[in-house]
């Protein structure tokens, strides 16, 4: 069975000249030289090593790269295309007269790819470089199953196996997520497992362990290093966003064809990659005169994190980066379920925000739902609870451009939809509700 794209026609005029041809990278444009990752002083093995070993060659070399541009192999655009790249940049219209701003507000919908998110612009050439090297089994973890299903698909895509460490309450709570997956052809197991060293560790302390993505992403590299596999990274590194600044690109070559200069931009973080990769374009290029980084307020990690170096895993089998941070061993509340819950945020974008450069806002359960449902209920489509930070961020804005009678225009990326995240919307609907009748 060869799966061989999805779309047949694109989603988007002139989807050819807006598709971008390179990838673009921050790195030489930052305020100041990005701390390398390192190893641990007087480490009994190297980190730096080990990533060698786990990633392919091409992921590796992109990730240690200060070049501006990197070219997207014609391979991979083609498929970017049949995934349906460029996706839409549309206006909220319903959403301005419902709060009565005089703001223009703009969306680029990353929902609209087939798995549903931004996940699958780095899933592909991951997957494409792993390919080219001749892997024919990849192995990741995931957290609510939006990357592990992009994953999934792109191995499927270049006819690879994939195996997905999945955090456990996403595996109880989602089991829809699962099936995806399976249907895509991957092989999905809850985390912490019986399958590595460090999930029996886990268990063995607490054999209800509920998982957290450090600790999956610990069990998926371990278990490419025992198994010779490669291993495909999710967010936070500086490949990562690299590849996800198709998104970005797009969207100012769609604001340029319609004439519009973008004031403010605003994203979701978990790991960081949707925001770097929307928003970096427009920095790097001095376009916009705000940016917005929203996180969850039950994983404070803009207000209580720490910028230092830290583990991007529990294990800390990858090598330290400097990051805002909450702590590699950091457990978010279960029960929270509006997604962010990664502890650190990408060392790009922390070093921008350190710098003053890019601002952040942190909201709760009560206001990204209430969000969710205003942009449900004027603009119709289900938005993926972490990119309902978002948008609550883009509705105070503009409730702010009205006090203020400015007519800016924000734009902001809607990373996914929500449609498998209905168990999530239900629970939020349930503790809300109970909360009013207290
Ligand atoms: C729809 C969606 N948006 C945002 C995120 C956060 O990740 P990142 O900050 O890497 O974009 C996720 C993570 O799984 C996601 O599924």
């Known amino acids: 069975m060869v799966v061989v794209g999805v779309y047949d026609t694109p989603m988007v005029n002139n989807a050819e000249e807006i598709l971008p041809k390179y990838w673009y990278n921050i790195i030489p444009d930052l305020p100041k030289p990005l701390p390398p990752?390192?190893?641990?002083?007087?480490?009994?093995?190297?980190?730096?090593?080990?990533?060698?070993?786990?990633?392919?060659?091409?992921?590796?070399?992109?990730?240690?790269?200060?070049?501006r541009y990197i070219k997207i192999p014609e391979e991979v655009r083609e498929r970017y295309l049949a995934i349906g790249r460029p996706t839409p940049l549309l206006r909220a219209r319903r959403l301005e007269e419902y709060l009565g701003t005089p703001a223009k507000i703009y969306f680029k919908y990353e929902g609209a790819t087939p798995t549903g998110s931004h996940k699958i612009n780095t899933a592909l050439p991951q997957a494409y470089f792993a390919r080219e090297e001749g892997i024919e089994h990849v192995v990741t973890e995931t957290g609510a199953g939006q990357w592990g299903t992009a994953t999934a698909l792109s191995a499927t895509m270049y006819g690879m196996k994939s195996t997905v460490f999945m955090v456990k309450v996403s595996y109880e709570q989602k089991p829809m997520r699962k099936s995806i997956m399976q249907l895509y052809g991957g092989e999905v197991y809850p985390s912490p497992t019986d399958l590595t060293e460090f999930g029996k560790k886990v268990r063995?302390?607490?054999?209800?362990?509920p998982g957290s993505l450090g600790i999956a992403m610990s069990e998926a590299i371990e278990y490419a290093l025992d198994h010779h596999l490669k291993y495909l990274v999710g967010s936070v590194l500086d490949v990562v966003i690299l590849h996800q600044s198709v998104i970005g690109q797009e969207t100012i070559a769609q604001l340029d064809e319609l004439g519009e200069e973008p004031d403010v931009l605003i994203g979701c973080v978990g790991g960081g990659s949707n925001f770097g990769g929307f928003s970096f374009p427009f920095i790097g290029n001095g376009r916009g005169k705000k940016y917005i980084a929203v996180a969850s307020a039950e994983i404070p990690k803009f207000s209580t994190g720490e910028y230092k170096y830290d583990f991007p895993d529990s294990a800390g089998l990858l090598p330290l980066v400097?990051?805002?941070?909450?702590?590699?061993?950091?457990?978010?509340?279960?029960?929270?379920?509006?997604?962010?819950r990664y502890h650190g945020a990408a060392p790009s974008l922390s070093l921008l925000m350190k710098e003053g450069i890019v601002g952040w806002r942190e909201y709760n359960e009560n206001q990204i739902f209430e969000a969710a449902q205003m942009f449900m209920r004027t603009q119709g489509i289900v938005p993926a609870p972490e990119s309902s930070h978002a948008i609550r961020a883009v509705i105070e804005e503009a409730l702010e451009a009205k006090r203020a009678n400015r007519k800016e225009v924000i734009v902001f990326n809607l990373s996914g939809h929500g449609l498998l995240d209905l168990p999530n919307y239900d629970s939020m609907m349930k503790r809300v509700t109970s909360n009013e009748q207290r």
């Open 37 to 67: 990752p390192r190893d641990p002083l007087g480490a009994e093995f190297s980190r730096i090593d080990l990533l060698r070993t786990i990633l392919p060659k091409e992921v590796l070399r992109q990730q240690l790269t200060i070049e």
């Open 322 to 340: 400097k990051m805002i941070t909450m702590g590699n061993s950091y457990v978010p509340p279960p029960i929270y379920a509006g997604g962010l």
């Open 204 to 209: 063995k302390e607490n054999p209800n362990h």
